[in-house]
């Protein structure tokens, strides 16, 4: 798939694709409403999205991980 045909497809679609991929092993995290500019403006949504390849509490330990490199790196 070339640059030019992936920006044609939904990013829901590209979630449904990553979920249905046994081979994919993480978790997708993404504005509930798609951005209609580059800059983020007021409050957003975000929804969650993992396979059957974590747990939910596998998917809760691997944000607090992020979480607290997202951190330290700010610092």
């Not at 045909?5 to 993404?30: A, C, K, N, P, S």
């Amino acid at each position: 798939m070339t640059q030019g045909e992936l920006e044609l497809v939904g990013t829901q679609d590209l979630i449904d694709e990553l979920m249905r991929r046994t081979t994919f092993q993480g978790i997708v995290v993404h504005s509930e409403q798609e951005a209609k500019s580059p800059r983020w403006v007021g409050e957003r949504i975000f929804r969650v999205h993992y396979n059957a390849n974590l747990d939910a509490d596998q998917v809760s330990r691997l944000l607090g991980v992020v979480s607290e490199y997202m951190e330290r790196s700010d610092a």
